[in-house]
């Protein structure tokens, strides 16, 4: 079996996650899912340069910043222990749930501050760069008016 992704031979990184949903299908379990391609970390590839690579960062960040607590499935071994120890422990997932949702929410309150401050320090840096430009350009204006005037002066006679 050979894997290609956006024309990349992706097979060896794949290949086993693929299996893993084949088998997860075929028991009937729910497969795995994958995020949108904009809101994965392979999405930074399509990065074309630095500020676009930072750009789409922040856009990944944003949508990472959650916690996701859905439901998931809790594997157990086989036989009458496997059967027992998954029922204690779906037990104590239930028990503990209030204080996992508690803690998730204060997480989810710094992921988002942290991002937060991320996008203002981004957008604070890009505002002082286009004014550091813009300074840089009048500069080279006054500096280009200047040798002009150098010129013109140099190019008159000098009278007595």
């Known amino acids: 079996m050979k894997l290609a992704v956006a024309g990349r031979d992706r097979t060896e990184d794949l290949a086993?996650?693929?299996?893993?949903?084949?088998?997860m299908l075929a028991s009937g379990r729910k497969a795995i899912e994958f995020p949108p391609l904009d809101q994965s970390a392979l999405f930074l590839g399509t990065a074309s340069g630095r500020s676009d690579f930072i750009n789409k960062l922040l856009r990944?960040?944003?949508?990472r910043a959650g916690v996701d607590t859905s439901p998931f499935?809790?594997?157990?071994?086989?036989g009458p222990f496997g059967v027992v120890a998954?029922?204690?422990?779906?037990l104590l997932w239930k028990l503990?749930?209030?204080?996992?949702?508690?803690?998730?929410?204060?997480?989810?309150?710094i992921n988002t501050q942290?991002?937060?401050?991320?996008?203002?320090i981004r957008e604070?840096?890009?505002?002082?760069?286009e004014e550091l430009r813009g300074r840089i350009r009048d500069l080279e204006l006054q500096m280009a008016d200047d040798r002009e005037q150098v010129v013109l002066e140099a190019d008159t006679?000098?009278?007595s």
């Open 16 to 23: 086993l996650d693929v299996v893993c949903e084949a088998d």
């Open 60 to 63: 990944l960040i944003w949508f």
């Open 73 to 78: 499935h809790i594997p157990r071994k086989p």
């Open 86 to 90: 998954a029922w204690i422990r779906a």
């Open 96 to 109: 503990l749930r209030h204080q996992h949702d508690r803690i998730t929410l204060q997480q989810e309150g």
């Open 114 to 120: 942290i991002t937060a401050a991320l996008e203002f």
């Open 124 to 129: 604070e840096q890009q505002e002082e760069v």
């Open 157 to 159: 006679p000098a009278e």
